[in-house]
């Protein structure tokens, strides 16, 4: 439940630092300074993009290949006699009887 309500919150505060950011009478009404050249503040520092951002670099995830279960494709063709057993062979030797 803590996790939601820190992530909206903090999706808010980007949200008004935007508007403050764009828009420089809100900015006025929140500083009465905010005109002066040496104003800092975190809307001025958001509005030139000079904020701390964390960048993490993340690995791409390879897939792992599965086990892959698949039937084995046999392969059969017919092939005559004549072609496997050549004409110049002979009958074999001894006869087992």
Do not use: K, Y
Request: net charge negative.
């Amino acid at each position: 439940m803590v996790a939601p309500l820190t992530a909206s919150v903090l999706v808010a505060l980007v949200l008004v630092l935007n508007a403050l950011a764009v828009c420089p009478a809100l900015h006025e009404r929140l500083h009465p300074d905010a005109h002066e050249h040496g104003h800092e503040c975190a809307v001025t520092l958001f509005a030139h993009g000079l904020l701390d951002q964390v960048s993490v670099a993340v690995a791409p995830v390879r897939p792992v290949p599965g086990l892959e279960l698949r039937q084995p494709v046999f392969l059969s063709a017919f092939v005559p006699a004549s072609v496997i057993v050549s004409s110049a062979r002979g009958p074999p030797v001894f006869a087992v009887s």
